[in-house]
């Protein structure tokens, strides 16, 4: 069975660069694409992008200025980083599998901008 | 970018009742590329339906998709307690991906 785990630090200060990652285990990595998706407290769901195992990636454009998506596939693994962020970039923090449709997804990690 | 408008933003319906959820895209969403999401509290959301119609992998068959070009429909045809959520449209027809507002299902 598929599992992705996001990781990392639920507080960052304002101004500073949030970073996840993602550890997708019990399946195949390669083949598939990657994707980060967010969710503002009591707020609909919002995509970030994806990224392929082979580095190819797509961002949504309003965030393209800030966001870095990455990808290691000899540890199963693929990366978020958000520069310069706000309090609007507080939200749940969700992994996906695939570029389409997410069938499979991680738990989510709330991250909250505040100083 | 396309926008996804869901309607009603709240259904409250009785066990055994049929819930039809609306999702109108502002322009027409390639190849039927939509699918709907359930999201339970405190949980990822859940995959139901993806190509406009076609069920995910161990999803009953109380729940079916409809629709094409900017009109598409979720319905579930006999509700039961457990379908308690909030019900997301997503589009993947084009870049950006969009996901509608949402529509709150409430079991009476």
């Known amino acids: 069975q598929v599992q992705l785990q996001e990781s990392g630090p639920g507080l960052v200060k304002p101004s500073e660069t949030l970073s996840l990652t993602c550890t997708v285990s019990?399946?195949?990595?390669?083949?598939?694409?990657w994707t980060w998706i967010r969710q503002p407290p009591g707020k609909g769901l919002e995509w970030i992008g994806y990224i392929s195992y082979t580095g190819t990636t797509n961002y949504n454009p309003s965030l393209k200025s800030r966001v870095t998506i990455s990808v290691d596939t000899s540890k199963n693994q693929f990366s978020l980083q958000l520069t310069s962020v706000t309090a609007a970039d507080t939200a749940m923090y969700y992994c996906?599998?695939?570029?389409?449709?997410?069938?499979?997804w991680g738990q989510g990690t709330l991250v909250t901008v505040s100083s | 970018e396309i926008v996804l408008t869901q309607s009603p933003g709240t259904l409250s319906l009785s066990p055994g009742e049929r819930a039809t959820l609306s999702c109108r895209a502002s322009?027409?969403?390639?190849?039927?590329?939509l699918a709907w999401y359930q999201q339970k509290p405190g949980q990822a959301p859940r995959l139901l339906i993806y190509g406009a119609s076609s069920r995910a992998t161990g999803i009953p068959d109380r729940f079916s998709g409809s629709g094409s070009g900017t009109d598409f429909t979720l319905t579930i045809s006999r509700l039961e307690p457990e379908d308690s959520a909030v019900y997301y449209c997503?589009?993947?027809?084009?870049?950006?991906?969009?996901f509608g507002q949402g529509t709150k299902v409430e079991i009476k």
């Open positions: 019990g399946g195949s990595f390669n083949n598939y694409y």
């Open positions: 997503q589009q993947y027809g084009s870049s950006p991906q969009t």
């Open positions: 322009q027409s969403v390639s190849n039927s590329y």
């Open positions: 996906a599998r695939n570029s389409a449709w997410f069938a499979y």
